[in-house]
């Protein structure tokens, strides 16, 4: 009896990250000590830039919005979901980000789509100037469904220890600005789900001419980074607070940054 026999191909595990490594290797910077594969990743500490350098972490995850990246057969922006989703938990900290780590959990691995939310990862730590340093692909049969699958990623980022924005500035009177979103992000797709497939038994692939798109290519608009408009904002403006509009909306969220006695 072998692995195979209970569904966990360990071949087609090697060759996903072979195929991998080279795009991967292309987020590296001086500081990344350790190549693909190892049991851990380095990461040089040197932050000669910073007097009192205070390391930021997060992690997080993707949600149902898989759901619609596996109806539509389109995922490499759940790869940029998860990267800028973390990005943003940090940057609205005052942080920078420094390198990445992502867990995929396939039910059967399929190289193609993995490739494709590693792809979609890639593009979003270059962007976001972050190193994807390492990560874990899991196959595991009987824990998933043959065509689901998961995804997390896990982030740390760096900040002044004077510079840290934790709401504590705030005060009464202090003008409250939206910067635009352009999607919906990575949470409420359960109760989007249900609205347009459940109740509204809309087809995934209708056309919305006013948005020239379709419900899945809209649907699956990436979370975007506002780690350029915090990061300029910061050097240009200033600002109390930052919040990072995510499960429980504008309520839940301004209400996570407020100082007791506020709000």
């Known amino acids: 009896m072998e692995y195979k026999n209970a569904g966990v191909?360990?071949?087609k595990g090697m060759k996903f990250v072979k195929n991998i490594n080279h795009a991967v290797k292309g987020t590296f910077n001086k500081n990344v000590l350790s190549d693909i594969g190892g049991f851990g990743a380095l990461y040089d500490a040197s932050f000669k830039d910073y007097k009192e350098p205070v390391l930021v972490s997060s992690a997080?995850?993707?949600g149902t919005k898989i759901k619609i990246a596996i109806m539509s057969g389109k995922h490499r922006g759940i790869g940029m979901d998860i990267v800028n989703h973390c990005v943003d938990d940090i940057a609205v900290l005052g942080a920078k980000p420094l390198y990445f780590l992502d867990y995929l959990a396939f039910g059967q691995l399929k190289s193609n789509i993995a490739e494709s939310i590693v792809s979609g990862m890639i593009d979003a730590c270059l962007e976001n100037n972050l190193a994807l340093?390492?990560?874990e692909t899991a196959e595991m049969p009987g824990m998933y469904g043959k065509n689901d699958y998961d995804v997390a990623g896990f982030i740390v980022g760096i900040?002044?220890?004077g510079k840290i924005i934790n709401g504590n500035k705030i005060k009464?009177?202090?003008?409250v600005v939206g910067i635009k979103s352009k999607s919906l992000h990575t949470n409420g797709f359960s109760l989007a789900r249900k609205i347009l497939f459940d109740t509204g038994r809309l087809n995934i692939n209708k056309q919305i001419p006013v948005c020239n798109s379709t419900i899945g290519d809209i649907l699956l608009e990436p979370h975007r980074s506002y780690l350029g408009e915090i990061q300029w904002i910061l050097h240009n403006l200033s600002s109390h607070a930052f919040a990072h509009i995510t499960g429980g909306g504008l309520y839940d969220n301004i209400e996570r940054i407020l100082p007791k006695g506020i709000g």
């Not at 009464?172 to 003008?175: E, M, T």
């Open 60 to 62: 997080d995850g993707v």
């Open 9 to 11: 191909n360990i071949e």
């Open 133 to 135: 340093i390492g990560g």
């Open 159 to 161: 900040v002044e220890r």
């Open 172 to 175: 009464v009177g202090d003008i």
